[in-house]
């Protein structure tokens, strides 16, 4: 049996971005069920980077993550990871309150600013002018290239030495002495550490090796893409979202990307968009746009993942010995990945929270797994 130092279960952005951050220093080995890493969440997400979007952890998470997306170390990708795209908040009247909330907040507030009726038709042309009250834009939003960032750090994390094992189902986690052992139907692996990056399916996991539930809640969202309206420059327009998150759109890819941002709870599975929520989806943006949908192009659903506050749980099993969760990304486990993969590194090697995240502002214990205890 090789030694390892690390294993890490689940392959998608989560166990992949720490994987290949932990490989520069310790032996690690990714252990992932499906045959394609990235078949779950982290290959059906809207790929948005937005310093503004979740709450104050996340938030603090994405501005450290920042850097990593606008200048990736030499040769981790053959595109740009991060594309100008830019979130447009939009409000009816019945909705200013909230959006003055939203802009009013300490660290939104430098990110965005109002927006008039003018600029807003000049950004997002398809936009009913009476639909809108009030908008604000933060422009430093972009679009992210998920299967680049995905990919790579899989090759970094081969690059070092580490291993992804795909049609890896873990069945069982045992202890072994000051080790754990992790099995799936084919082999077992065995390291001090065991990272659970199982995403939907991380309380599941976290049971196997004796550890207690944390309630983490898996939620469908869905997402489809529609022709968009034949004369309107809409390629450069930034993301629209309704500011009590009932609804965005985007271009992409020569087609708008709808989703009526739907948390519907559910097992973890291998979620399917349901025709009730993408109905859903169009008749929002339609009432908000001239946009007349009659052809679906294409659609899907996925699972982000909650913690019962909604933020990220990161750091070691308060009762089973070397088990660490990382785990709780929610809607925002793309646009976080490079800081919280630096972070899960320092914390497995028992280092403190690393100065560029202190100084965004991200603190322990509001991510430590310590809270629900
Ligand atoms: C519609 C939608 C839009 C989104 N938009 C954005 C966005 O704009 N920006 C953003 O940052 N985030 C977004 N997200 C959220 C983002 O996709 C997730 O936070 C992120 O992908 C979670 O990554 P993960 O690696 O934790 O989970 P996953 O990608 O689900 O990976 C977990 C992996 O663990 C594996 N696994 C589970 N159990 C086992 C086991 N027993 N043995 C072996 N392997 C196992 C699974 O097969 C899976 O591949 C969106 C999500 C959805 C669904």
Redesign the pocket.
């Known amino acids: 049996m090789i030694p390892w130092d690390v294993v890490v279960?689940?392959?998608?952005?989560?166990?992949?971005s720490a994987a290949a951050c932990l490989a520069e220093h310790l032996r690690v080995v990714v252990?992932?069920?499906?045959t394609q890493?990235?078949?779950?969440?982290?290959?059906?997400?809207?790929?948005?980077?937005s310093e503004t979007y979740g709450g104050a952890a996340v938030r603090a998470l994405s501005r450290a993550s920042r850097g990593y997306f606008r200048a990736p170390p030499a040769g981790f990708a053959d595109a740009p990871l991060a594309t100008d795209r830019g979130a447009l908040f939009i409000a009816r009247a019945d909705q200013t309150a909230a959006l003055d909330a939203f802009a009013g907040a300490l660290d939104v507030a430098p990110r965005v600013r109002s927006v008039s009726a003018a600029e807003v038709k000049a950004l997002v042309p398809i936009l009913r002018p009476d639909y809108v009250a009030a908008a604000v834009y933060e422009r430093e939003a972009a679009d992210?290239d998920v299967h680049g960032l995905h990919h790579g750090y899989l090759r970094l994390l081969r690059a070092r030495g580490g291993e992804l094992r795909t049609k890896?189902?873990?069945?069982a986690i045992e202890r072994s002495g000051d080790r754990l052992r992790v099995r799936?139907e084919a082999a077992a692996f065995e390291a001090p550490v065991v990272v659970n990056?199982?995403?939907?399916?991380a309380d599941?996991?976290a049971v196997?090796a004796g550890a207690r539930p944390l309630g983490l809640s898996p939620r469908r969202?869905?997402?489809l893409t529609v022709d968009a309206p034949a004369g309107y420059a809409l390629t450069n327009a930034p993301m629209t979202i309704d500011i009590d998150e009932q609804f965005y759109f985007k271009p992409d890819a020569g087609r708008l990307l709808l989703?009526p941002a739907d948390e519907t709870p559910s097992a973890?599975c291998d979620?399917k968009p349901d025709d009730l929520d993408v109905a859903t989806a169009v008749d929002r943006v339609e009432k908000a746009t001239i946009l007349e949908v009659t052809r679906i192009a294409s659609k899907?659903?996925?699972?982000?993942?909650f913690a019962p506050d909604r933020a990220p749980v990161i750091g070691f099993d308060a009762r089973v010995p070397g088990l660490f969760w990382?785990?709780g990304?929610?809607?925002?486990?793309?646009?976080?990945a490079p800081a919280i993969a630096r972070l899960v590194t320092a914390l497995v090697r028992g280092h403190d929270l690393p100065g560029e995240l202190d100084d965004a502002g991200l603190r322990l214990a509001d991510v430590s797994p310590a809270r629900f205890c």
Do not use: K, M, N
């Open positions: 279960i689940g392959g998608g952005i989560a166990g992949a252990l992932e069920r499906e890493p990235g078949y779950h969440a982290t290959g059906r997400s809207a790929a948005l980077f992210l890896a189902d873990v069945i799936t990056a199982a995403g939907a399916w599941d996991v196997c969202r869905t997402a989703s973890p979620a899907w659903a996925g699972l982000r993942t990382l785990a990304q929610g809607g925002y486990g793309i646009q976080t």
